[in-house]
Structures are given as structure tokens and as C-alpha cells.
């Protein structure tokens, strides 16, 4: 693989993985307003979140972030072992792997909320603000190791 394209490639998945924390941050927005209209008592507010289709958003969005943060997982462990033949099992690696499998719980959950059970919903919630709050974590590890390949290419 040509230098330059091997180096390129270590940007894609930081620049990826900061439009999947805004769009996230989007799911979450509207998961919120779709709570809201399934335990208000205001006929005017419930009208409005359904007029404005924040569950069937809230989905898309949903499942977006479900594919990217897959594929956007597997594609950044892809560049780095083809940078370096190797994997390097750090907290960056084993915190995004972890929010791999808590965000394919938590879209798994889906049909039994579908269902109205509350356990799912509860546990729907929790393990997407589990991921968040490790995504979080990860947008500054990242940019560590970020900063140190752009550092030793200069």
C-alpha cells in the first residue's frame, strides 16, 4: 500500500467516529422528546412529537449509529493493523469494543419495547448512556493517539 494512503487512512475513523458522536447526541435529543410524548398527559404536546415522527427519527438515527459504529470499529482496528501488523490492546481498543456490544444490547432491546416492556426500555437507555459516556471518553483517547501518529510522521 502506497505511504501516503496507509497515513491518510488513520484519519478516517476519528473523522467517522466524531459524526457518529453528533449523531449520537441527535438520537438521544429525540429519543428524549419520545419519551416525553409517551408519559405526558398533554394531548397538544403528545400531537406534536408525533407530527414531528421523533420515534421513527429517533430509530433511523438509531439504527445509523448501530451500523457505523461497527463498521466504523472494524475499519479503524482494519488501518491499524495494516499500518503496524498488529493490534494494540489498549483502553482505546477494549472501550470501543465494549461500546460495540452495548450498543448491539441496546438495539436488540427494540422489539420487546416495541412489546411495552419496561425492563427493556430501562435497560435500552441505560446501556446507550453506558456508550455515550465511553464515547465521550473516547473522542479525547483518540485524539491522543491521533496527535502521536500525525507527531511521528512530522
Request: net charge positive.
Amino acid at each position: 500500500m502506497p505511504e501516503a494512503l496507509a497515513f491518510t487512512l488513520n484519519f478516517i475513523h476519528p473523522l467517522l467516529m466524531w459524526v457518529l458522536l453528533a449523531v449520537s447526541g441527535y438520537a438521544l435529543f429525540l429519543g428524549i422528546k419520545v419519551k416525553k410524548a409517551r408519559t405526558t398527559d398533554d394531548p397538544e404536546l403528545r400531537k406534536a412529537v408525533i407530527k414531528g415522527k421523533y420515534a421513527q427519527r429517533h430509530f433511523l438515527a438509531g439504527s445509523t449509529v448501530l451500523v457505523v459504529m461497527v463498521l466504523g470499529a472494524f475499519g479503524g482496528m482494519a488501518v491499524t493493523y495494516l499500518n503496524n501488523g498488529k493490534l494494540f490492546v489498549a483502553p482505546h481498543l477494549l472501550a470501543g469494543s465494549s461500546m460495540v456490544c452495548m450498543i448491539a444490547l441496546a438495539a436488540s432491546l427494540t422489539p420487546l419495547m416495541l412489546q411495552g416492556n419496561l425492563f427493556a426500555r430501562k435497560a435500552h437507555v441505560g446501556l446507550n448512556m453506558a456508550t455515550i459516556t465511553l464515547f465521550l471518553w473516547q473522542a479525547v483517547s483518540g485524539m491522543d493517539i491521533l496527535n502521536r501518529i500525525w507527531t511521528s510522521a512530522h
